[in-house]
């Protein structure tokens, strides 16, 4: 017999073994990502992305370096992809 | 086409290069690095996609064995064995000897791998004209059991992951018929859903997902030095290496298995046979980083077997390939050999190439490797969320597309924490089309009679022997089966 009590725990327990903290916020920051995307275009959402998202992983301190190397991958992946692969981005 | 053009030298190179380095990187797959360039290369010439994914999955391979030996986590599934033994060596002071042994035996294992390749592909592809559409469906029913049963442990969630891939590669157009289906009413599902789409979802960010359960790791610091290995190493452990090849062609040739299983078994085997290893093994015997390193580098030439003359793939990254050939208007299976035969010579050469490039790459630049495979992983995640994007976008220019991407990575989570084995729906979605398809001819080709199908499934010699093959697979894993085995051993 499971008590309601134990069922509820149980639940508890499964949600956060499945879902830790971290991947819900990731996940959320990437469909605001997501969401963002076509009405800021891709360079401004993905650089926002880049920054938030490192930032919530490396911590306040990380801002710093978080911009301008969001900058810089995002200017090697905008110049690799553009006109090497010549991809049309978002 | 030929050799002499200097940019798919280079390109190759290239791709062996960044393999070697993605592979490594734990976090960065082989799958996930393949699938997004199939995108990424849409607008390009045939050979030279095809260069750069040859040179990152030959790379990629080997590359998971240096952080399994540096790090004990090994940046690939297929280094998974290479950690028992190699990061024990490293941690005596021997990662150097070990990392040089593995990347000797690599390129041996891929070179008899390519010529197996080389060899056996052209006979199997004028068997595979007697093929009829009954056998093509019972050969893609195998791959998807095999994948499944193989690599997840459980043969029900290797069906249940299979068959998932196979209703998703169902939704849109009826090929006979072009009669929507699955699709709701919907317009945009008439087309389908883009195989590449779930690729990159599950392979790219669900897998970002998932290694988020996980943390950074820290490598072991020590000097590497005494790379190369000695000739007479090399040749004392000869006939080990010549047999974990053997296994690796077998297991990555059987449609489904690929390099990570292939290497789990040689290691299991040298385990078994080898009766004085130099040290015990799990404690740095030089036999448990062999076998493994061979097995996974020779499964690629095996697995290219399958996928170039059935155009069934042998392993993930194979299933990827085979995805990029048909983007580029090729279609894989017996007809490729004869149609365009020197596009399997031109593959040939190029794993050749792979192997060498490999073998140059993977005795330099250790040091630089080290903090390379130190990128925290919050930086490297975003990262891979922004290439998925990207590439998801890049094939119908399409953002929806990259909505299904987002909505299979959350997908692909939830199988890979529950143990579902997200190969197989991958497998599954494009063996799908061809399963259907393959059915729905023979059944018209017995003039629609289910019980003539039925029986010509056991009419012909490979039909019959691939039917008792999948009936004794699936009998395998049910009780009966057991009892059986009983029932027998009392009598004797």
Redesign the interface.
């Known amino acids: 017999m499971v008590t309601r009590e134990s069922f509820f725990q149980k639940l508890n327990y499964v949600f956060r073994t499945v879902f830790p903290k971290q991947i819900i916020v990731f996940s959320g920051i990437i469909i605001l990502y997501m969401i963002l995307l076509v009405p800021l275009h891709f360079l401004v959402s993905s650089f926002l992305f880049l920054i938030v998202s490192m930032v919530y992983f490396l911590g306040l301190k990380f801002a710093k370096s978080a911009i301008p190397l969001s900058a810089i991958v995002l200017f090697v992946i905008y110049v690799i992809f553009h006109y090497i692969f010549r991809i049309v981005l978002p | 086409m030929s050799y002499t053009n200097p940019i798919l030298l280079f390109v190759t190179a290239l791709g062996t290069f960044a393999g070697i380095y993605i592979g490594a990187i734990p976090g960065l797959s082989v799958t996930m690095a393949v699938s997004m360039l199939i995108?990424?290369?849409?607008?390009?010439d045939i050979n030279t996609a095809l260069c750069l994914m040859v040179g990152v999955y030959v790379g990629g391979v080997y590359g998971g064995s240096r952080s399994a030996i540096l790090l004990n986590i090994p940046g690939a599934p297929a280094a998974v064995a290479t950690a028992f033994d190699g990061y024990p060596l490293a941690q005596i002071g021997e990662a150097g000897r070990a990392i040089g042994l593995s990347t000797t035996v690599s390129f041996v294992g891929g070179l008899i791998g390519v010529f197996a390749l080389a060899i056996a592909a052209p006979q199997i592809s004028e068997l595979a004209l007697k093929f009829a559409p009954r056998d093509y469906l019972l050969v893609a029913i195998m791959g998807i059991l095999l994948v499944g049963s193989l690599s997840a442990g459980s043969l029900s969630k290797g069906i249940f992951s299979g068959a998932l891939g196979v209703i998703l590669g169902l939704v849109g157009m009826d090929p006979i018929t072009a009669e929507g289906r699955f699709t709701f009413g919907s317009v945009a599902l008439l087309n389908g859903i883009h195989f590449v789409v779930i690729m990159i979802g599950v392979f790219g960010?669900s897998e970002a997902?998932y290694q988020?359960?996980s943390l950074d790791a820290q490598s072991v610091k020590q000097k590497v030095d005494k790379i190369i290995p000695s000739w007479n190493i090399v040749f004392k452990f000869l006939p080990l290496t010549i047999r974990s090849s053997v296994i690796g062609v077998i297991i990555g040739a059987l449609p489904g298995t690929g390099g990570d299983i292939a290497a789990l078994i040689a290691y299991d085997q040298a385990k078994r046979s080898v009766k004085n290893p130099t040290r015990p093994f799990g404690q740095g015997a030089l036999e448990g980083v062999i076998a493994p390193e061979t097995a996974n580098n020779a499964a690629i030439g095996g697995a290219y077997i399958p996928m170039l003359t059935l155009g069934i793939p042998g392993d993930a990254v194979t299933a990827v390939i085979i995805g990029a050939l048909y983007i580029h208007g090729l279609k894989p299976g017996p007809m490729l050999m004869i149609e365009t035969p020197h596009l399997f010579w031109f593959t040939v050469g190029n794993l050749l190439l792979a192997n060498v490039f490999l073998y140059i790459f993977g005795l330099s630049g250790i040091k630089f490797f080290a903090k390379v495979v130190e990128v925290?992983?919050?930086?490297l995640?975003?990262?891979i969320?922004?290439?998925s994007?990207?590439g998801t976008?890049?094939i119908q220019?399409s953002?929806s597309d990259?909505?299904w991407m987002?909505g299979f990575?959350?997908f692909g989570?939830?199988l890979k924490?529950y143990n579902f084995s997200v190969g197989s729906v991958i497998l599954g979605a494009i063996l799908g089309p061809l399963m259907d398809l393959s059915y729905r001819r023979s059944v018209m080709s017995e003039s629609g009679s289910i019980i003539g199908f039925f029986k010509s499934l056991v009419s012909t010699p490979i039909s019959l022997f691939l039917t008792v093959t999948i009936v004794l697979m699936v009998l395998n894993q049910t009780p009966l089966w057991k009892l059986a085995v009983k029932k027998i051993s009392k009598k004797k």
């Open positions: 995108s990424f290369t849409y607008s390009w960010v997902l988020l359960r925290p992983k919050g930086i995640f975003p990262i969320v922004l290439l994007t990207i976008y890049s220019n953002i990259v909505y987002l990575g959350i989570y939830f924490i």
